[in-house]
């Protein structure tokens, strides 16, 4: 069976907020691929709702591009507790960390008309969104990367 990074973690020491780099993968032809575990809240004490990290995937798939070069993904834990960043490159927790300060104070600054991708067209449960919430978490983290 494969070895995955996350489950080799013990989450129950786990602090939160903090970026963590999570592995990086060579491509046959020398292209460097870099995760990071972008986590929200301490596992396994709080669970961000639904409703909020859906709002908050749109806004940062759509904000972390603007600060941070070749991502590749940035998708919801399914513990709920944060985000798992793919980007191309050898990119350092620093970098990601002043790209998810940038968009955090960004969507502290949001309305719901700027969310992105709130339409059935463009989302698959387009009614499971809560900006109100997703905003104050975004500030909540915001507070606890900058203490
Ligand atoms: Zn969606």
Request: with cysteine; charged share 25%; glycine share 8%.
């Amino acid at each position: 069976m494969a070895k995955v990074e996350s489950f080799k973690i013990d989450h129950t020491v786990m602090s939160a907020p903090q970026i963590r780099p999570a592995g990086q993968l060579a491509g046959p032809i020398g292209d460097v691929v870099s995760k990071f575990d972008l986590r929200f809240v301490k596992p396994n004490n709080k669970a961000i709702p639904t409703g909020t990290i859906h709002t908050l995937e749109h806004c940062l798939g759509f904000l972390m591009r603007d600060y941070l070069d070749k991502i590749i993904d940035i998708s919801p834990m399914g513990c709920r507790t944060g985000f798992y960043l793919t980007c191309f490159g050898d990119k350092s927790a620093n970098e990601v960390k002043s790209a998810r300060v940038a968009s955090l104070e960004k969507i502290g600054k949001m309305t719901i008309g700027d969310v992105p991708g709130l339409s059935a067209k463009e989302c698959g449960n387009w009614k499971d969104h809560d900006f109100p919430s997703a905003q104050a978490c975004a500030l909540e983290v915001l507070q606890g990367l900058l203490r």
